[in-house]
């Protein structure tokens, strides 16, 4: 009697394989680069090279005509420079600080700049005495105190003041209760606890 055929073997699926599991102990499979940011859009880079234009075309000429004016400030408002560089925290509010002070402080001089002869000679003669660099550096000293100072006071004078309020609430709230009762507070009346009597002991027992 003649043999069956053996069965034959079922043909490969066409297609890519099936992606599985990696091995363990295989190399991991490489992860894809991001891909690149998408370029910003013309409206954007022309409205750049607008801002760029006009800071050129209005900064040159005010530097040159301002010459005085500009070196003036750029030695008296050092320390709000340091500050600006310095301040690392989220609000950024100490350079603030020191240069509305620093600006304070120098407001004279360069008011004296401007009326009393724009040159260069006579803001390096203003830049050069001690007393005015005294007078627009320790301005902007006291602005860089003010900002360490003043939120600890303030801060305690609110606690104070939270403190007063809250007394007074109570103080409200307990005059209410003994005028309408526990009932307004939506809660029942709890009721007193009852002393329950304590076993007798006998007497030959301690």
Do not use: C
Request: no cysteine.
């Amino acid at each position: 009697m003649a043999k069956p055929p053996p069965p034959k073997a079922a043909a490969p699926a066409k297609g890519p394989p099936a992606k599985g599991p990696p091995a363990r102990g295989g190399p991991a499979p490489a992860r894809g680069k991001a891909p690149p940011p998408p370029p910003p859009p013309p409206a954007a880079r022309k409205g750049r090279g607008m801002v760029t234009m006009v800071l050129l075309v209005i900064g040159l000429p005010s530097i040159i005509l301002f010459l005085p004016t500009w070196i003036f400030l750029g030695l008296a408002m050092l320390p709000t420079g340091v500050a600006f560089l310095v301040d690392r925290s989220k609000t950024r509010l100490a350079w603030i600080s020191v240069a509305g002070m620093n600006l304070a402080g120098i407001s004279y001089y360069l008011l004296n700049l401007w009326f009393g002869g724009h040159t260069v000679e006579h803001a390096v003669k203003m830049l050069a005495n001690v007393f005015d660099l005294v007078v627009m550096y320790g301005s902007a000293a006291f602005g860089w105190i003010l900002h360490k100072s003043l939120p600890p006071v303030v801060g305690a004078y609110l606690d104070v003041n939270a403190q007063h309020r809250l007394s007074a609430l109570k103080a409200t709230q307990r005059k209410l209760l003994a005028e309408w009762g526990q009932e307004i507070t939506g809660k029942e009346p709890s009721e007193p606890k009852k002393d329950t009597p304590r076993p007798a002991v006998p007497a030959g027992k301690k």
